[in-house]
């Protein structure tokens, strides 16, 4: 089976949305599906303002029909609401083809945080192009059942539960190693900037270190700010993953995220969170002994030092890429079924009801 992936995130971003993706493709071939990708790559493209290192594509119409026509995919999935998404959506209606969204990223609340506007302005336009952009997918793919309601009573529709795993083999206590930094060790990781609410773990009085893993616009002001912190930049792959095991406590500020991978990627390293209680970590940890949720940060980071990391990394290791992977299979498969089956059923309404108007004007005259 051949899937088309539109999405405007992609290499060489450093983001959930990418890592989910590139997880579920590996994972995906083993369970008989094929995904290609359909990126910025190949086309001509702007950084996006704020954001130089995602790129906005240029594309034209007979460029995306020219892809999907060499393709010839079965299923077509939209994961970003950008240009390249844009681009695919129109084509797709045009064409009368079923497609699948996800909904990976909170917009409004980013331009809230942004713009030079009236926050109820922002949320309010913001969400009705979301709702737009998303009325005509066959299913709505949301990563937690909070943001699976959330866009339920916004007005989506066909909104389906697409929950997200983590590499435990990469991921794991044994990576340790001895970071020469006062313990304990109090580590985040993620993109540094102003939506990711940093600043609430930053300025918290906490006994040994204070550590960022991730580059981002903020950084340097941040930084400057706040020299007791160490922020180490970015780190990848098995360099990551020793830095998650050899910390205490993994702190979540974010009050947006939409799931928060790196929770899993912590846990995984059998190191318990400390987080508020926002939607995304509520959702993830609930009330398992591997967290401490608290609207008072600090309290939430000094309990947490409390918690085995045995639990954290059993946790962690019941939620795997290839169960996600068979979920966003079956949600893309399904909604196309369910979309042709349908239009099918409309179509034979419109030939009966053209037929009987027929056979009328037959017997009138």
């Given at each position: 089976?051949?899937?088309?992936?539109?999405?405007?995130?992609w290499?060489?971003?450093?983001n959930?949305v990418?890592?989910?993706?590139?997880?579920?493709?590996?994972?995906?071939?083993?369970?008989?599906?094929?995904?290609?990708?359909?990126?910025?790559?190949?086309?001509?493209?702007?950084?996006?303002p704020g954001?130089?290192?995602?790129?906005?594509?240029?594309?034209?119409?007979?460029?995306?029909?020219?892809?999907?026509?060499?393709?010839?995919?079965?299923?077509?999935?939209?994961?970003?609401?950008?240009?390249?998404?844009?681009?695919?959506?129109?084509?797709?209606?045009?064409?009368?083809?079923p497609?699948t969204?996800?909904?990976?990223?909170?917009?409004?609340?980013?331009?809230?945080?942004?713009?030079?506007?009236?926050?109820?302005w922002t949320?309010?336009l913001?969400?009705?192009?979301l709702?737009?952009f998303?009325?005509?997918?066959?299913?709505?793919?949301?990563a937690?059942?909070?943001?699976?309601?959330?866009?339920?009573?916004?007005?989506?529709?066909?909104?389906k539960?697409?929950?997200?795993?983590?590499?435990?083999?990469?991921?794991?206590?044994k990576?340790?190693?001895?970071?020469?930094?006062?313990?304990?060790i109090?580590?985040?990781?993620?993109?540094?900037?102003?939506?990711?609410?940093?600043?609430?773990?930053?300025?918290?009085?906490?006994?040994?270190?204070?550590?960022?893993?991730?580059?981002?616009?903020?950084?340097?002001?941040?930084?400057k700010t706040y020299?007791?912190v160490v922020?180490?930049?970015?780190?990848?792959?098995?360099e990551?993953?020793?830095?998650?095991?050899?910390?205490?406590?993994?702190?979540?500020?974010?009050?947006?995220?939409?799931?928060?991978?790196?929770?899993?990627?912590?846990?995984?390293?059998?190191?318990?969170?400390?987080?508020?209680p926002?939607?995304?970590?509520?959702?993830?940890?609930?009330?398992?002994?591997?967290?401490?949720?608290?609207?008072?940060?600090?309290?939430?980071?000094?309990?947490?030092?409390?918690?085995?990391g045995?639990?954290?990394?059993?946790?962690?290791?019941?939620?795997?890429?290839?169960?996600c992977?068979?979920?966003f299979?079956?949600?893309?498969?399904?909604?196309?079924r369910?979309w042709?089956?349908?239009k099918?059923?409309?179509?034979?309404?419109?030939?009966?009801?053209?037929?009987a108007?027929?056979?009328?004007?037959?017997?009138?005259?």
């Amino acid at each position: 089976m051949k899937i088309l992936v539109a999405t405007d995130a992609w290499h060489p971003q450093v983001n959930g949305v990418v890592r989910t993706l590139g997880q579920v493709a590996h994972e995906a071939s083993a369970l008989g599906a094929d995904l290609e990708f359909l990126s910025p790559q190949g086309f001509r493209s702007l950084p996006m303002p704020g954001y130089p290192e995602i790129r906005l594509a240029l594309t034209g119409p007979g460029d995306i029909e020219r892809r999907l026509d060499r393709t010839r995919a079965e299923c077509v999935h939209i994961a970003t609401e950008g240009p390249i998404g844009h681009a695919v959506r129109r084509v797709c209606i045009k064409r009368g083809m079923p497609f699948t969204t996800s909904f990976h990223t909170r917009f409004p609340d980013y331009l809230a945080e942004r713009l030079p506007l009236p926050r109820r302005w922002t949320r309010e336009l913001s969400w009705a192009w979301l709702r737009r952009f998303h009325a005509q997918s066959a299913a709505v793919l949301a990563a937690t059942p909070t943001l699976q309601q959330e866009l339920i009573d916004r007005g989506f529709r066909n909104v389906k539960l697409w929950s997200r795993g983590v590499d435990a083999q990469l991921f794991n206590p044994k990576r340790r190693k001895g970071l020469n930094l006062p313990r304990p060790i109090f580590l985040t990781v993620g993109r540094v900037a102003v939506e990711k609410n940093l600043e609430e773990f930053l300025k918290l009085d906490l006994p040994g270190t204070k550590l960022v893993v991730g580059d981002g616009p903020a950084r340097n002001a941040l930084a400057k700010t706040y020299p007791d912190v160490v922020f180490a930049g970015s780190r990848h792959g098995e360099e990551l993953a020793e830095y998650y095991a050899s910390a205490d406590v993994f702190v979540f500020p974010s009050l947006t995220d939409t799931f928060g991978l790196v929770l899993l990627e912590a846990l995984a390293s059998g190191v318990p969170v400390a987080t508020f209680p926002a939607a995304a970590p509520r959702d993830v940890i609930g009330d398992a002994p591997v967290g401490k949720i608290d609207a008072d940060l600090r309290r939430a980071c000094l309990q947490a030092l409390e918690l085995d990391g045995a639990a954290c990394r059993a946790f962690a290791e019941r939620l795997t890429w290839q169960a996600c992977a068979q979920t966003f299979l079956d949600h893309v498969t399904e909604g196309a079924r369910a979309w042709r089956e349908k239009k099918t059923r409309k179509e034979r309404l419109k030939m009966l009801f053209d037929s009987a108007r027929q056979r009328r004007h037959s017997a009138a005259r």
